[in-house]
DNA sequence: ATTGACTTTTGCCATTTGGCGAATTATAAT
DNA sequence: ATTATAATTCGCCAAATGGCAAAAGTCAAT
């Protein structure tokens, strides 16, 4: 209930406090005045890229901002904790000290060798 | 110097390895089939939005894909990968992911066969 | 070979985004 | 009041996004 708010009103209540003119943002975030005039009326919405543009100079941070959109689901940071989540496992750390001293390439090679050799034991078990 | 390989290789890569037709990964994110095969071979830049959507049957952590699409800067903490240590050599971030989803017998036998690898081409080499 | 069920790709189109330049509306300063 | 000047908004257009339906592939089982 606390939000009737629109994204575009908090990006002008957001620059005119700083205080700043359309044209001065657009000069720091390279974003045509006219647009961002039209965002903050709500007569257009901000693409993920024009919203990190316009991010630093209105002095929010990154993630801020596509929270705000709708973006990214609230709880930025919070709570790096453990993500059991997806994963069945973690990298061994024997497995990744011993990749990680490989170049980029040959790791990535790794990944496309592996991918193959699945496609191959699927092709079999059946 | 890390990532000649495209965001679209990366969630056909991971969506094949989950795996899912584009089909059902449509049928979860509530994204056209056509659609995300188009942003799978790079013809179509994912906006925001299918980002969100496709993240969590994908297996990302939301704010992953979005990094990786750069549209947020790279930092999130995140990434599975083991803890401490070894920050030396980098394990691409990618090949991390891949990886750990493997059980740990195979990610052990990918290591076994890179270093078979290593050694036959060094014997060729001589 | 051929059928049939899936999976992926292509063609086409509606909708949005975002820029540029021209009005329009403040805001001052004479 | 009347300019001059800055700030915002409007009109129009090019480019990109994303969906739908139909066309290709794939692949197994006849």
Known sequence: MSAEISLGEIIRQQR????LTLQELSDQACVSPSHLGRIERGERFPSAR????????LGF????LFTLAGYLSPQ???ISEAQPGYSGGC????VSRVLSQEPIEVQ?????IL???KSIAKSMAK
Chains 1, 2 share one sequence.
């Open 16 to 19: 005119v406090t700083m205080p």
């Open 50 to 57: 024009i919203l990190r543009k316009i991010a630093k100079p």
């Open 61 to 64: 941070e990154e993630d801020e």
């Open 76 to 78: 930025p940071g919070s």
């Open 91 to 94: 990298l061994d750390p024997y």
């Open 108 to 112: 990535h090679a790794v990944i496309g």
């Open 115 to 117: 991918s193959m050799l």
